[in-house]
């Protein structure tokens, strides 16, 4: 076995390939995340999210809808059409400038994204000079027909980001929810980009999940809640469970800018093959209520009565993958160590995006105790997922535990028939104490919490 785990110094230095392919091949082995149609030979870049991996996902979104809307007030929620019209995005810009300039190597024929070449000038396949076509400007839009006919006028986009729904819907936010900048607008959902070359597993596909919000302020406090939203959202990872030291701020430089932006930031990730964006953040001033008030002829303005103006408010926009997301965590959190001389494998999942939060074990399958483990889960369930395990020995299922990252463990054994007592095991700490089962709920939810 190589040597990794923290202490081993797998983060940050030096990484090797082989931390991807133990994630991977963990989530493939205990059903986080499947290689799609497998069973047909599988389909490039497109991967299903199994029972914990679904429960992984919908963790990390629920941390950034708590985040982003329950714990303010200045923020709501949008679930927008996938499906859309082109005139959408003829008005955001996408069907002219959506564009990755896509390169063909003339001797391998292998296909790369010109602009995420380390040497424009040899192939990273065959390691030909020279080899590559010259650039071709590729839309990374999903086309598709609206109806049964295949003509231009029944043409429609898979969205390639969450974004436009919520300048679409600007105007229709304002006048049903007595908001006023600074406020936002949440959105979680599926994106589609045709990208040239899908790679390094959930990290770039072709089919993936956004967490986008779109923050419209007055314009001149655009700066202040640029930096602000910078702030906020690096630290968002930090509090749920990733190491400081794997994260950094990358303010892009000038020739980088998007023509409207007047500062973007990413939230960077130290993944194995290196500093990679997890997250955008870009002050985009006026530009799409602009450009959508333009194309549409409606007016996407605020009116501020007390001040008697009017004004196109600017905005600032985190825009974050969540499956994207969902790798970096998992990836933070694995680990391996030892435990009473035996190595066990183990994610060190933040509690709120653990798939299970508790472990319901009975010692033994016989009765009286497997009925009292039921009762014991069945009291749980309400409040916490929970997974009940009877088979194998208890070391086994512990680190059966471990390994998916359920935090916390409940162990039924003989003695809590009379005692009415279990075993609480910590998965990072593997401690253990006793407590009354009429007080497991406490324990458990402070432990959570
Ligand atoms: P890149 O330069 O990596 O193609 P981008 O800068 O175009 O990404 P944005 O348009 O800013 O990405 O999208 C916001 C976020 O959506 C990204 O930070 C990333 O987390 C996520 N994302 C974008 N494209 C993909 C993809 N193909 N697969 C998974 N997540 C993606």
């Known amino acids: 076995m190589p040597p990794s785990g923290r202490q081993a110094g797998r983060y ?4 090797a390939a082989t931390e ?19 069973i047909y030979g599988g389909f490039r870049s497109t991967y299903d999210y199994g029972p914990l991996g679904v429960l992984l996902l919908r963790n990390v979104k629920d941390a950034w809808w708590r ?27 996408h069907l002219k400038n ?46 598709t027909f609206a109806g049964p006919v295949e003509e231009d006028a029944a043409v429609a986009y898979l969205r390639p980001e969450t974004a436009q729904g919520m300048f679409v819907n600007f105007a229709n936010v304002l006048q049903t929810t007595r908001k006023k900048p600074p406020f936002g607008i949440a959105q979680i959902g599926k994106s589609f980009r045709n990208e040239i070359t899908p790679q390094n597993w959930i990290f770039r596909t072709r089919e993936f999940e956004q967490m986008e919000m779109e923050f419209f302020v007055p314009p001149a406090d655009s700066s202040r809640w640029y930096e602000y939203w910078c702030a906020e959202r690096l630290q968002w990872f930090v509090d749920h469970g990733i190491p400081a030291e794997l994260l950094r701020l990358r303010a892009h430089d000038a020739d980088e800018l998007s023509h ?42 605020y009116f501020d009565q007390a001040a008697g103006e009017r004004y196109v408010p600017h905005v600032i926009e985190p825009a974050a ?32 995006l653990a798939p299970y939060k508790v472990a319901v074990l009975p010692l033994s399958k016989k009765e009286p105790l497997l009925s009292l483990s039921h009762e014991v889960a069945a009291l749980l369930r309400p409040r916490y997922l929970v997974d009940e395990d009877d088979t194998q020995s208890i070391g086994r299922r512990y680190r059966r535990q471990d390994e998916i990252g359920t935090p916390l463990a409940v162990t039924v054994d003989f003695d809590s028939i009379e005692d009415k007592a279990v075993t609480i095991r910590d998965r990072d700490s593997t401690e253990q104490v006793r407590v009354p089962i009429d007080r497991l709920i406490d324990e458990i939810e402070s432990r959570l919490a």
Request: aromatic content about 10%; some cysteine.
């Open 12 to 15: 940050p230095g030096p990484v």
């Open 321 to 352: 993958g969540a499956t994207r997301t969902m790798a970096a965590f998992l990836l933070a959190a694995y680990d391996e160590d030892e435990v009473g001389g035996e190595r066990r494998t183990v994610l060190r999942l933040h509690p709120r």
């Open 98 to 143: 959506f564009t990755d300039p896509l390169v063909d190597c003339k001797v391998c024929r292998q296909r790369f994204r010109l602009d995420k070449l380390d040497d424009p000038h040899t192939c990273p396949n065959c390691g030909s000079k020279d080899s590559f076509t010259e650039a071709r400007q590729f839309n990374l839009m999903f086309k």
């Open 67 to 93: 985040s982003m809307v329950q714990l303010r007030g200045d923020i709501v929620g949008l679930d927008a059409a996938i499906l859309s019209p082109p005139a959408v995005w003829e008005a955001s810009g």
């Open 260 to 301: 409207y932006s007047s500062g973007t930031s990413d939230v960077e990730f130290l993944f194995p093959w290196g500093w990679d964006e997890l997250e955008g953040i870009a002050n985009r001033g006026d530009y799409d209520l602009t450009e959508h008030a333009t194309h549409s002829g409606e007016r996407l303005e």
């Open 20 to 38: 991807l392919d133990q994630v991977v091949n963990l989530c493939k082995r205990r059903g986080f995340v499947f290689p799609s149609a497998e």
